[in-house]
T-cell receptor, first 116, second 110 residues
């Protein structure tokens, strides 16, 4: 149980385009999902907390107009990177928990974004 | 503020035992978790300590001392496949994000 999927797993796009990444909890409902970004050999950097039915909560320094988050249902959150630039190239990972404590987080497999 | 400290790199021999320490400074502490991440993959949950003491799960054990704000992950009978990054993470309260350490890169050598 507690499986989280992400789609796509890998995407290459041109600078200036937008990319949508989906995160789904397959066998449980998640009122809260989290989006992380990870650069090579670095730790997970929390970008935002995605709340079902309400606005996402963004971490300091993360542009909410650039990284659009929508949590339309209890099993789906999407992250859209708008007007992507090469510096947005990274590994994007979502997670969801079943509530706690312990609030064990189950991570999606990640999406590797490369912006040319 | 919140911070977690763990060694950046550890190297150990196949079959040996290795301990990865984690110290933390946070507020509203609920518990300490450990995650494993192989290169190119997503983190996977290993262990959780909400109370002081040792939790054992097969070859992996995790320890917590709340009074010392300290925990560790113990890996026994190391295998080559254990080469990965290991992150400690603090849970402050329900439905708030875990706070992750910067990770410890474990290299298991023959």
């Amino acid at each position: 149980g507690a499986v989280v999927s992400q789609h796509p797993s890998r995407v290459i796009c041109k600078s200036g385009t937008s990319v949508k990444i989906e995160c789904r909890s397959l066998d449980f409902q998640a009122t809260t999902m989290f989006w992380y970004r990870q650069f090579p050999k670095q730790s997970l950097m929390l970008m935002a907390t995605s709340n079902e039915g309400s606005k996402a909560t963004y971490e300091q320094g993360v542009e909410k107009d650039k990284f659009l988050i929508n949590h339309a249902s209890l099993t789906l959150s999407t992250l859209t990177v708008t007007s992507a630039h090469p510096e947005d190239s990274s590994f994007y990972i979502c997670s969801a928990g079943v509530g706690g404590p312990p609030d064990t987080q189950y991570f999606g497999p990640g999406t590797r974004l490369t912006v040319l | 503020g919140q911070s977690l400290e763990q060694p950046s790199e550890v190297t150990a021999v196949e079959g040996a035992i290795v301990q990865i320490n984690c110290t933390y400074q946070t507020s509203g502490f609920y518990g300490l978790s450990w995650y494993q991440q192989h290169d190119g993959g997503a983190p996977t949950f290993l262990s959780y300590n909400g109370l002081d003491g040792l939790e054992e799960t097969g070859r992996f054990s995790s320890f917590l001392s709340r009074s010392d704000s300290y925990g560790y992950l113990l890996l026994q009978e190391l295998q080559m496949k254990d080469s990965a990054s290991y992150f400690c993470a603090v849970e402050n309260s329900g439905n708030t994000p875990l706070v992750f350490g910067k990770g410890t890169r474990l290299s298991v050598i023959a």
